[in-house]
């Protein structure tokens, strides 16, 4: 059970702090999940990316504030999806076969007629 003084101050950090932190975790988690299914080690990775080892450490450290830009490199590294964004009807999927890559065939732009 957590003290008084700890209930205090968790009350006072603001959401989007505590959300940070929980989707940070998440992120990681799913990365570390697709390296044990792929058989792969962060050191795998580091060299699919072009990274040293310690920077792929510190991408996968909570708290970790990852860009957009990275989180699709790793994507694309791991050949996988990490983050899925619904669009209310269905989720987006990587594909690097499609033109749009991670674009559900559904929400594909529409060009011409």
Do not use: C
Request: glycine residues 4%; hydrophobic residues 40%; without cysteine.
């Amino acid at each position: 059970m957590p003290s008084k003084y700890l209930e205090k101050v968790m009350k006072n950090i603001p959401k989007d702090s505590h959300l940070f932190a929980a989707k940070s975790l998440d992120i990681v988690d799913r990365v570390h999940v697709i390296l044990q299914q792929k058989s792969l080690t962060q050191r795998d990775l580091a060299q699919r990316m072009g990274k040293s080892e310690s920077e792929i450490s510190k991408i996968l450290s909570p708290g970790y504030n990852m860009t957009l830009k990275m989180l699709v490199k790793l994507e694309a590294a791991l050949e996988t999806s990490i983050l899925v964004v619904a669009d209310g009807n269905s989720p987006i999927q990587y594909d690097q076969n499609m033109p749009n890559v991670g674009m559900a065939a559904e929400t594909k732009p529409k060009y011409g007629k």
